[in-house]
């Protein structure tokens, strides 16, 4: 516990001296121009598919900028559930003084989810719903309850941090959408750190038993399925010009390439960290 108060203590001191509120942060263009990559051509859902070859580059472009509006919509509908259910959970959470970042993570989340908006509605007008399959509220355990929050929360982040570090690093895209994504970034790297350390933290008493395991697994897969599968939007794909958009989901979901991007790189750092905290996942859960 000592070393995780620390390591809490640190990354609330980076938070206090790199304070930076999102509100006078950035300049807003007018426009974004339509013919710019909004998104990284590597972030695309239709990326290292198999019918990726299938799409024109302007094709692309369409997509991307319809992509990007989709994973900020994600991120402005997911930080919103995200404070709510660490708001719920805060006081009661056996963190000793470590719990005192999460102000700090929800003074961020909140900046996020204004940014986020605020950029969706400036430029293309909209926000896309969250049509994400909401999880019936069981009665759990209080341990099994915060882990759950946190395992949940550090998934959610883990795979938008995947998007984040694509668009933030490629050259080809919009210099806005790259300082949005930069920014969001740097938070969230320390969010996922603190993530870390903390189901590490609540693993032991969450994982006491055999059946506490099953339902946390059964729990969590049920949520990594929700988050991948709310990436491929039907409506973002229409929008973008594309016919059959659920057929086209379909064929997404099952392809050995996009399976491998989950596994290998949205979901392997969290996988890792479970397994480590004594829990395994299935290898693919879609």
Not at 20 to 26: D, Y
Not at 56 to 67: C, G, I, R, V, Y
Not at 95 to 116: K, P, S
Not at 227 to 244: F, H, V
């Amino acid at each position: 516990m000592e070393k995780f108060i620390a390591r809490a203590k640190t990354l609330s001191k980076v938070s206090i001296d790199q304070h930076n509120t999102a509100f006078r942060r950035f300049q807003w263009p007018e426009s974004i121009p339509e013919d710019d990559w909004w998104f990284s051509p590597d972030a695309l859902t239709i990326a290292h598919s198999e019918v990726e070859s299938n799409f024109t580059e302007d094709q692309k472009k369409h997509l991307a900028k319809w992509e990007c509006i989709n994973i900020f919509s994600l991120n402005n509908t997911g930080e919103l559930e995200l404070i709510q259910e660490v708001s719920r959970i805060m006081h009661e959470v056996e963190l000793g003084e470590a719990r005192e970042y999460l102000h700090h993570l929800i003074d961020e989340e909140n900046q996020h989810m204004w940014y986020f908006n605020k950029f969706c509605n400036n430029y293309v007008g909209k926000v896309y719903p969250n049509k994400k399959f909401q999880l019936k509220k069981q009665e759990y355990s209080k341990d099994v309850d915060h882990f759950l929050v946190f395992a949940r929360v550090l998934i959610f982040e883990e795979i938008g941090h995947y998007f984040n570090i694509l668009n933030a690093k490629d050259a080809r895209v919009n210099p806005f959408v790259r300082e949005i994504n930069e920014a969001h970034y740097q938070d969230e790297a320390r969010h996922i750190t603190y993530g870390h350390r903390t189901l590490e933290q609540l693993a032991e008493k969450a994982l006491a038993n055999e059946s506490a395991k099953e339902l946390i697994r059964e729990e969590l897969e049920k949520s990594i399925a929700i988050n991948i599968g709310a990436l491929y939007n039907p409506t973002a794909y229409r929008d973008s010009g594309i016919k059959q958009g659920m057929l086209l989901r379909e064929k997404l979901l099952s392809d050995p390439g996009r399976i491998n991007i989950h596994e290998q790189k949205m979901l392997r750092g969290v996988k890792r960290l479970l397994k480590r905290c004594g829990l395994n996942l299935m290898e693919e859960v879609l």
